[in-house]
């Protein structure tokens, strides 16, 4: 899958890029119609510590799922994102069953 990470107002590394592709491929697993994906990284400028905001959009045919978590580090909140969209992908997988 092709996943492309935006970094807002700041430069990313190279192993959190590696880290989002390897958790975003396992998610093909669960729904394997999955165009592409953007994944957003900002950091807000608050006293919190919870201030990694991490949104992720992703294409499949006829729609795009949206997921936006903030955590303290970003690893934290991709791993929260993916794991909202396993489900979203479990139940779109479901639906699209039922109505075959």
């Known amino acids: 899958m ?3 990470v935006n970094a807002v107002n700041f430069t990313v590394d190279r192993k959190l890029v590696d880290f989002i592709q390897a958790r975003l491929d396992k998610l093909e697993k669960y729904y394997d119609k999955i165009v592409s994906s953007d994944v957003f990284l900002k950091v807000e400028n608050t006293s919190d510590k919870e201030n990694k905001i991490v949104e992720i959009k992703i294409h499949v045919p006829g729609d795009d799922l949206l997921v936006k978590k903030t955590c303290k580090s970003f690893e934290e909140a991709v791993e929260m ?13 479901e639906k699209i069953r039922t109505h075959i």
């Open 81 to 93: 994102s993916a794991e909202s969209l396993e489900r979203l992908l479990v139940k779109r997988k």
């Open 2 to 4: 092709k996943v492309n």
